[in-house]
């Protein structure tokens, strides 16, 4: 079946630093791949997406390349900001209705 | 533009008794519909999705259930709440286009 594996954390980073999160995947056929947010006390919010190889998907200077050759879609911003303080958590889509899968989400905290 | 709610936000219950959650969909009609949970250090779980009315696909076994009564309205309930089942609640809807949009949240505590 599917799966996603992304470091858990909690990432510890000073403001302005550069920042990676790491996503592997493992599935069947070409999903589609996300990263979605959580800041504390809320529901998630769709960060940024590919659909297919290659992709790059961009947001509030966030970004994430679809690689299908390492199958995976690592999450990266220049210069972080203490509001960037939040749970990101990596997903896949089969392009069935049964969700998405979520890996087990980065706990990043941002000190000024 | 399409809005989800989901209610109560925080709710506090002892072991054995009932629980229902509430998930509204606005804007959008046949939404594929979800119940996630969020347990500490655990990730997100599916619990349950449903493509349509009274269509109900459950992920894991387990002392909860879900119904659709409507097209656009999609509870979760249990009849008798376990410690365990303490955690997150998350409500979610898409269009088979396999970006999901989540509700605010519910957070159950078990006592």
């Known amino acids: 079946g599917n799966s996603v594996t992304q470091m858990e954390g909690p990432v510890t980073l000073s403001e302005e630093a550069f920042l990676t999160i790491n996503c592997t995947y493992t599935?069947?056929?070409?999903?589609?791949l996300f990263w979605y947010v959580q800041y504390p006390g809320e529901g998630l919010q769709l960060l940024l997406k590919?659909?297919?190889?290659?992709d790059k998907g961009s947001n509030k200077g966030f970004e994430a390349t679809y690689r299908k050759e390492t199958t995976s879609f690592h999450l990266e911003k220049g210069s972080v900001q203490v509001s960037d303080s939040a749970v990101y958590f990596c997903?896949?889509?089969?392009?069935?209705?049964?969700?998405?899968?979520f890996g087990k989400g980065t706990h990043l905290i941002i000190q000024p | 533009s399409q809005t989800i709610h989901q209610w109560p936000a925080t709710l506090v219950q002892p072991v054995g008794s009932p629980l229902s959650l509430e998930c509204t969909v606005e804007?959008?009609?046949?939404?594929?519909l979800y119940w996630y949970r969020q347990a500490a250090g655990r990730g997100l779980q599916l619990l349950f999705y449903?493509?349509?009315?009274?269509?109900i696909s459950s992920e894991v076994p387990q002392n909860l259930s879900a119904s659709r009564p409507q097209d656009r309205q999609f509870i979760l309930s249990s009849k008798k709440l376990l410690l365990s089942d303490s955690g997150f609640y998350l409500c979610?809807?898409?269009?088979?286009?396999?970006?999901?949009?989540f509700g605010e949240g519910s957070r159950l505590t078990v006592l």
């Open positions: 979610a809807w898409d269009r088979n286009t396999g970006e999901l949009f």
């Open positions: 599935a069947t056929g070409y999903p589609s």
């Open positions: 590919a659909t297919k190889a290659d």
């Open positions: 997903a896949l889509s089969g392009g069935g209705a049964d969700g998405l899968t």
């Open positions: 804007g959008t009609s046949n939404p594929n």
């Open positions: 449903s493509i349509g009315i009274d269509q």
